[in-house]
């Protein structure tokens, strides 16, 4: 997926969703972090995208860092984020050991080409009793009921490939050098769209969600056609979300 095509419309989704949950998860790593009295909390976001989430962050006075591969979504973190921002690789912090207090990953550990050395890298910057937290999809937990799994084929088979199941999370983390290893639900999406609604939200353009970058173009307008089809035959259609975000947590030990 290139990301510099979809950075124009990757804020889209937060325009829709508040995210409440992912929010709750993330302040609470914060929270846990700032209550060992170390002050405001410097914070890195891995795969930080538009810098919605360190935007935030960085309101609630921590002092924040993030790191993406795409030169596009990191023009767009510049104009709301004051913190350092880098081009990288999630396997390759140009951070030196011990210097973060929390490292956060949302909706993004499924892009990493090494998710091990990652997760490896995570740890060396952190400093002892440092948190770290991942907030994703796991279709191997319940794959949900989504239009997109529902109408585009073999997005739900890529997925699989694609999501790290928890067991691995949690082995990785481990292997890593990681303890107190968490896993839960961090927020339920639970959403229906007429197919006019859809459309007019720009939920089933290809940029909304990486599941639809990831299929052919015949792939994806196979599925529009699905849709469109199912409306036709059915004046009550709704095209369903129904979908669990997990949070998994994990410290550095002291």
């Known amino acids: 997926m290139n990301y510099d095509d979809v950075a124009a419309d990757y804020d889209r989704r937060y325009e829709l969703r508040e995210y409440r949950g992912v929010r709750e998860t993330l302040f609470g790593v914060i929270g846990r972090v700032n209550g060992l009295g170390n002050g405001a909390a410097h914070v890195l976001e891995v795969g930080c995208g538009t810098g919605r989430w360190l935007a935030e962050l960085e309101?609630?006075?921590?002092?924040?860092?993030?790191?993406?591969?795409?030169?596009?979504?990191?023009?767009?973190?510049?104009?709301?984020?004051?913190?350092?921002?880098?081009r990288g690789t999630a396997e390759k912090l140009p951070w030196p050991e011990g210097v973060f207090d929390a490292v956060i990953c949302v909706n993004a550990l499924h892009h990493f080409t090494s998710p091990e050395s990652a997760l490896l890298e995570a740890y060396r910057v952190l400093r002892p009793g440092g948190g770290f937290?991942?907030?994703?999809?796991?279709?191997?937990?319940?794959?949900?009921?989504?239009?997109?799994?529902?109408?585009?084929?073999?997005?739900?088979?890529?997925?699989?490939?694609?999501?790290?199941?928890?067991?691995?999370?949690?082995?990785?983390?481990?292997?890593?050098?990681?303890?107190?290893?968490?896993?839960?639900?961090?927020?339920?999406?639970?959403?229906q769209y007429t197919l006019d609604e859809a459309l007019?939200?720009?939920?089933?353009?290809?940029?909304?969600?990486?599941?639809?970058?990831?299929?052919?173009?015949?792939?994806?307008?196979?599925?529009m056609d699905k849709i469109r089809e199912a409306a036709e035959r059915n004046p009550s259609f709704r095209l369903s979300v129904d979908l669990e975000l997990y949070s998994t947590e994990a410290w550095k030990p002291v």
């Open 59 to 86: 309101r609630s006075g921590c002092r924040v860092a993030g790191i993406d591969p795409s030169a596009g979504m990191l023009q767009r973190a510049s104009e709301r984020v004051r913190g350092d921002l880098q």
């Open 200 to 223: 007019d939200q720009g939920i089933l353009k290809r940029s909304f969600t990486s599941q639809l970058t990831e299929i052919s173009e015949s792939e994806y307008h196979e599925g």
């Open 133 to 191: 937290v991942s907030i994703g999809l796991d279709p191997h937990a319940a794959a949900g009921r989504w239009y997109v799994y529902e109408f585009f084929s073999k997005t739900l088979a890529r997925d699989l490939e694609r999501f790290p199941a928890q067991r691995q999370r949690t082995e990785w983390l481990a292997a890593a050098g990681f303890r107190h290893v968490s896993v839960r639900v961090a927020e339920r999406l639970h959403y």
